[in-house]
């Protein structure tokens, strides 16, 4: 079932000296509930204006977004936080947590904004801190805790409100290939279990785990790669589209 369309978009930025930026050129794709999208690009391809506007945090010059059938551009700007916070979760590389307050503190702030009640937001958690592993540091600051103990409570943040979509920018950037690792793993654990995540990274390791991989370069899709099934290994094909990319870049 098609979650996402995204149509025709196009982003231009106009300069400071009132030139014109194609930062997004024509872009169209769809993606399915549950599907597990990796993008990655060089910077300056796209990329994160592209997921900027999944985010609704910025808005198309021409094209439009839908997330479960909802145009974004027909949003009126004072529901666009609510709307955001219904449908979507974010997974940042820097983790954006608040350090004045402890880690459920943190993962609770999006019911807190909804208004949801005290005891449906620990309703809420007790299941999640279970699968995501957290149950024994929630009470703690997020200094005082790991990068991927960090990490994980991020995600706790972005799935506490049962999001359509998850986007995670980068979100094995700023951890050890240890915690790297076991975030990705948790992602194939909540890929299973029917979530839909669009990541957007830079690691090749990190993209192989997706189920499939779009790769932008100046401002379109030039190229995808589809698993066959989960288990099959893409790390391959993903080099051989980057090596590419490099030799046609060099020719130019």
Wanted: glycine share 6%.
């Amino acid at each position: 079932m098609e979650i996402l369309k995204v149509q025709n978009v196009k982003k231009v930025y106009q300069s400071r000296r009132g030139a014109s930026v194609e930062a997004l050129v024509d872009i169209s794709f769809t993606v399915n509930k549950g599907e597990y999208i990796a993008i990655m690009g060089e910077s300056g391809s796209g990329k994160s204006t592209l997921l900027n506007i999944l985010a609704s945090l910025d808005d198309v010059t021409e094209g439009e977004v839908k997330l479960e059938g909802v145009n974004y551009q027909n949003i009126e700007n004072d529901q666009l936080a609510a709307f955001r916070r219904k449908h979507l979760g974010f997974v940042f590389q820097d983790f954006n947590l608040l350090d004045q307050i402890s880690l459920k503190d943190n993962i609770f702030l999006p019911l807190v904004l909804a208004d949801v009640s005290l005891k449906e937001m620990n309703a809420k958690l007790k299941g999640l801190a279970g699968i995501l592993g957290i149950e024994h540091i929630l009470e703690k600051y997020p200094y005082e805790v790991s990068g991927g103990q960090q990490q994980r409570a991020a995600v706790a943040r972005a799935l506490i409100t049962a999001p359509s979509l998850i986007l995670a920018d980068e979100p094995t950037g700023a951890l050890d290939s240890r915690s790297a690792q076991e975030l990705l793993d948790l992602f194939a654990k909540l890929h299973r279990a029917g979530q839909t995540i669009i990541m957007v990274t830079h690691s090749v390791h990190a993209a192989s785990k997706a189920g499939r991989v779009l790769f932008i370069k100046d401002g379109k899709i030039n190229s995808e790669i589809h698993k066959t099934n989960m288990d099959e290994d893409i790390t391959q094909q993903i080099f051989e589209m980057q090596s590419a990319a490099v030799a046609k870049r060099s020719t130019v």
